[in-house]
Every structure is written in C-alpha cells, then in structure tokens.
C-alpha cells in the first residue's frame, strides 16, 4: 500500500544511500516523456525538501529540456534485495550549470565526474513509498567505467561549443548548455 511523505525522512535518506541505481522521468508539453536511468553514486540528498543529481554528457539533455519548459521531475528508486520497496520522489527541478552563480557550492557536495556536464536540484514536493513486490531479486555485480574512460580520454574543454553537440532536444526544445568546463 502506498503511503506518502511531505518530505524526506531519515529511513527515505538510508533508503536512497544504499541504492546503486535511479530512475528519472520528465515531460514537457507535446513532447516525448523521458525516463531515463542513473548510477555512478551521483545522487545527493541536501536536505529534507531538496534533492540533486550529477549529470554526465551521454546519449541527450533531454532532462534539461523537460525542466525548462515545464519543471515537473520524479525519481524512483527501487530495491533489487529485502525489504522490497519503491519510493518516488515528486517535485520541480532545474539545471544548474557550470556558469551559473550557485555551481561552485553545489558542486562540492559531489566528487565531479569526467564529463559532468550539470547539476539538476529538485524541490521535493511529495515523496511515495509502495511495496515493491514486483521488482526481481538482483544483484549488483560492479559499475560499468566505460562512461567515464570514454570522457577522461576525450578531455577537450571545448565540447559544448563542437557543432555536433545537440543545440535542442529530440523534439526541438531549447536547452541551456554550459558554456564553461565544469570546476
């Protein structure tokens, strides 16, 4: 049965800590919903009503996209061993790059990956708890490196300037990209 939370609890924060992996969703209007997962000990919870992740370059920014337009994120994480347990968090968030004042600050609660490309902090607006007893037993057997040997052997502080780095989403969103390599 699910319950709901108006903010994170200390089993919410315990919960998260021991998770390997999350899920992200957002949507804008007329425009694809997009789900995408995240690992490589990225998550941070800032306080009780506020959460962020690191985002490394990879396959899109269409998170980006879907939080300037419309803001509405929600984070799942499940448990792949006992207790079985889903919890979401509800909420609005934003991109926080390289440029931008609040950066350096925000960037000290994370150890930078090679490719970081942003910062996303989400307002929590609710969280969920539910059982979980859908979800396979599995386990974790190590993290892939491939992600992060790729960017630290691509070491070109210039990226987002390239022609070939995507100006808009998959559905024509503008996005904000950095204009500086991250510190």
Known sequence: MAEFFSALTEEHRAFIARQPVFFVATAADKARINLSPKGMDSFRVLDDVTVAYLDVVGSGNETNAHLLADG?????????????????????????????????????????????????????????????????????????????????????????????????SIDGLPLRLPIVAPK
């Not at 889903?86 to 609040?102: A, K, S």
């Not at 969280?127 to 491939?146: A, D, F, I, N, Y």
Request: glycine content about 6%; overall charge positive.
């Open 72 to 168: 509405r994120i929600t984070v799942m994480f499940c448990a792949f061993d006992n207790p079985a347990l889903i919890f979401r968090i509800y909420g609005r968030g934003r991109p926080v790059l390289p440029q931008d004042d609040e950066w350096t600050a925000l960037a000290q609660k994370f150890t930078l990956l090679p490719g970081t490309r942003q910062i996303f902090v989400i307002d929590v607006q609710e969280t969920q708890t539910s059982c979980g007893w859908g979800v396979p037993h599995m386990k974790l057997e190590r993290e892939r490196t491939t992600l992060s040997k790729y960017h630290a052997a691509n070491t070109d502080s210039s990226y987002f300037a390239k022609e070939e780095v995507r100006k808009t």
